[in-house]
Every structure is written in structure tokens, then in C-alpha cells.
């Protein structure tokens, strides 16, 4: 194997798959990425065997063949070459040899034989989605999944494809968040996946916001592709919990606040509360909303903030922090929170957002302490 690349487009292929690469491994060669050559230039992947990315990269290919090289070490180095034509070269299935410039570097590699084989997923029915949409969706769901281990089925976003709208939900149990899109993707068939969050986070990074990305379902993973780059995610498997259930129907209660100054007050108040429940009151009248804590530990705290208010007066508690996520990802400056008694779920939404997306967070409270 023979060819010479920019230093600049190793940086770009490397930087694309070496987040799929497992920082620790007991299977050595998923330390390392899968160098091959193609028509075109060079194709890296890397996996760690729940998410695996594939991308190509230009080259002026000499010689075809292929290896895997230990990619921090890749890294590492292609970050400090200076900005000239890198050569790569390989005598047999161990050893790699790169030069740029008057440096020079050899790298012991594994055949390519011990890398694992990406699933297989045929595209004869998958669907169509701009990657600049699908970002939409993951940057505003992804953070209310869970992290416990105790439910893995909330460890996942649930994605609901439809041939004309598409929606992503995540939830811990105790906050969620839903976004759905308007889309067009005629003939695709209907599905609901559970996907990892980690997996949605590379795709966020990976694939530019005008790109359109065909996206295909296998047996148990799901790939996604445009015309240089793949990725393939495990898909978690089981029925999700009836999310509709919990969203509130009936709430009657009205408060419209300014979302920054709400943030503020709640972190202020966030400072006092329980490290363990991250417990605050907050009392809705007309007009105002009144912020207390109290922890018998620490100590206590009050704030006050104006808002516009409809309903009879109502207090609850809520874990701050849950709050404070949520208002970070609505995309208004006001937002809008509705709710129906002191042991219901509240929800936020955002207020006189002009998107054709749709969008809404919801807390479950927490037990008011008197």
C-alpha cells in the first residue's frame, strides 16, 4: 500500500471516525483504525462495536492495499505535521510508514483480517432526512434520556419516523422532551427506533446541516449515509414506555415567563437546595412567582420573579435542576408553563417560536416539605 494525502484531509478523515474508537478495549485491534485504499483515495472506519463510522477521504493512491494503525497515535501525530504532503506506505500487514516534511514515523499495525465487519444494512427502503432537521431533533431531546442502568429502554431516544412528519422523545422518568418536524419522504416506510444518545451525538458532529442523509434500518442497527461517510448504531431493543400517557391534556393553569431570568433565579436558588432531590418551591400568583428553598443543613433562600400568570394560585416543587435544563434548550427568549395541581406533571413550551418544528419539555414535580 502506497499514497500521498494533505495533512489537512488525514485531520478531517481521522477527526470523523476516531470518536467511534473505545478509549479502553480489551480487543486490541479496536484500538485501531481500518486504513484502505479506494478509487478515489482512502477510506478510514473505526468501531467500538456499538457505533462503527466509515468515511473517504481524497488521496493520490499508488498502490492499493489496507491495515489498521492505532489511532490515538494517528492523531497524535497528524496534529503535529506541518502543513505539507503526507506519504504513507506499507510492506506488509505490521508496519505503516508515514513521512511529511524531514519527519518520519513508523507504526506497528494489525492486519486487517482481525477487524470486526460493519453490520450489514440494505437501503432499497430507507429514508431521506436533511442532516440540518435531524440536528434540530437531536440537539433539542437527546439530554433528557437517562443515564441509569435500571431502565435501559430510557437509556435510548425514541424515534418515530412517519412518511410525512418525523419526532424524537427522551426521558429519564422524570423530565422529557419531544420535538417533531414536518418532513417529506415518500415511499419510506413507518418505523420507531431506539437509539443510543451517543450515537446521535456523532451524527450531530459528523454530517454537515445542507447534507441530505439516507438513512436504512437492518436487523437490529441502523445506518445512516451520505456520499462519503457511514455510520452504523446498535439499536436498542424493547417497547418504550407510552410517553402520551404522562403529557397532560387538561392543564389550566397559564404562567408566561422570560426564560433567562427564570434560568437565573432557579440557579440562584439551586445553590441551597439538596444535593440529593435539588428540591424548590415555587408559588404561581398573579403577576409573580416566588422562589424558596430550604434545606435544614444549609440554610434557606427566596427570590421573586415577574411573570403573567392565569389560574388560581398554586404551589409546587420541582428538582432545579430538571428546570434549568429544560429552559436551556427552548429556543425562545419567553416561554411558556402550564400546570394543574401541586401532584401533576408541568410543562414548558416555547412562546411565539415562528418554526414549523414543534416542541415541549415536561417535569414531573417533586413533594412539597412543609
Known amino acids: 500500500m502506497r499514497f500521498t494525502i494533505a495533512r489537512e484531509k488525514l485531520q478531517e478523515g481521522l477527526s470523523a471516525v476516531t470518536a467511534a474508537v473505545p478509549t479502553k478495549t480489551t480487543l486490541p485491534v479496536l484500538a485501531n483504525i481500518l486504513l484502505e485504499t479506494t478509487d478515489k ?34 492523531a497524535e501525530i497528524a496534529r503535529e505535521l506541518p502543513s505539507a504532503p503526507v506519504k504513507m506506505s506499507s510492506a506488509g ?42 440536528q434540530k431533533l437531536i440537539g433539542h431531546t437527546a439530554f433528557a434520556a437517562s443515564t441509569e442502568e435500571s431502565r435501559p429502554i430510557l437509556n435510548g431516544v425514541l424515534w418515530e419516523l412517519r412518511p410525512e412528519r418525523m419526532r424524537m422523545v427522551a426521558t429519564n422518568g422524570h423530565r422529557l422532551s419531544k420535538m417533531e418536524l414536518p418532513i417529506t419522504s415518500e415511499g419510506a416506510p413507518s418505523g420507531d427506533l431506539i437509539v443510543p444518545p451517543k450515537a446521535l451525538e456523532q451524527i450531530r458532529k459528523l454530517f454537515p446541516a445542507e ?55 432557579l440557579r440562584r436558588m439551586s445553590i441551597i437546595a439538596s444535593d440529593q432531590t435539588h428540591r424548590i418551591r415555587l408559588a404561581f400568583n398573579a403577576g409573580m412567582l416566588k422562589l424558596g ?7 434557606e433562600a427566596q427570590d421573586e420573579v415577574p411573570i403573567n400568570y392565569e389560574g388560581d394560585p398554586l404551589e409546587i416543587g420541582f428538582n432545579a435542576n430538571y428546570l434549568i435544563e429544560i429552559l436551556r434548550y427552548m429556543p425562545t427568549d419567553e416561554v411558556r408553563l402550564t400546570f394543574k395541581a401541586a401532584e401533576r406533571a408541568a410543562t414548558i413550551e416555547p412562546e411565539g417560536w415562528k418554526d414549523d418544528a414543534r416542541y415541549l419539555g415536561l417535569v414531573m414535580p417533586l413533594k412539597l416539605i412543609d
Do not use: M
Open 41 to 74: 483515495g482512502i477510506r478510514l472506519s473505526g468501531t467500538d462495536l456499538d457505533i462503527a463510522v466509515s468515511t473517504e477521504v481524497l488521496a493520490d493512491v499508488e498502490t492499493q492495499g489496507s491495515i489498521t494503525i492505532p489511532a490515538k497515535k494517528l
Open 293 to 299: 428553598v430550604q434545606t435544614p443543613d444549609l440554610g
Open 93 to 134: 500487514e505490521q508496519k505503516v510508514t508515514l513521512e511529511c516534511g524531514r519527519s518520519r514515523f513508523k507504526l506497528l499495525g494489525l492486519p486487517r483480517d482481525e477487524f470486526p465487519s460493519f453490520p450489514t444494512v440494505r437501503f432499497n427502503e430507507s429514508w431521506r432526512v436533511r442532516s440540518g432537521d435531524l
Open 211 to 265: 447534507e441530505d442523509l439516507e438513512i436504512a434500518r437492518g436487523d437490529n442497527h441502523l445506518a445512516f449515509r451520505s456520499p462519503f461517510t457511514s455510520v452504523f448504531t446498535r439499536l436498542i431493543e424493547g417497547p418504550y414506555p407510552n410517553y402520551e400517557q404522562v403529557i397532560p391534556k387538561d392543564n389550566d393553569r397559564v404562567a408566561l415567563a422570560d426564560k433567562n431570568v427564570l434560568a437565573q433565579s
